[in-house]
């Protein structure tokens, strides 16, 4: 079974991954964080990060 779904900022925002703050300035700055809640993908990111060097390794390729 093949899924693939891409997930936009407000799709992030609105499951509570990440939070949007707008900045009272001229021109309004918009800063993104991640929440308590978000901060629980951080684990699985590094993974598949350390995954992607071991595969490029494996390849015989430089990280960029």
Do not use: H, Q
């Amino acid at each position: 079974l093949e899924f693939r779904r891409v997930l936009f900022r407000s799709d992030l925002e609105n499951k509570g991954l990440v939070s949007r703050k707008v900045t009272p300035e001229k021109p309004p700055r918009t800063i993104y964080s991640l929440t308590a809640f978000g901060e629980n993908i951080i684990p699985v990111l590094e993974a598949m990060c350390e995954l992607g060097t071991k595969y490029l390794d494996v390849l015989d390729m430089e990280t960029p």
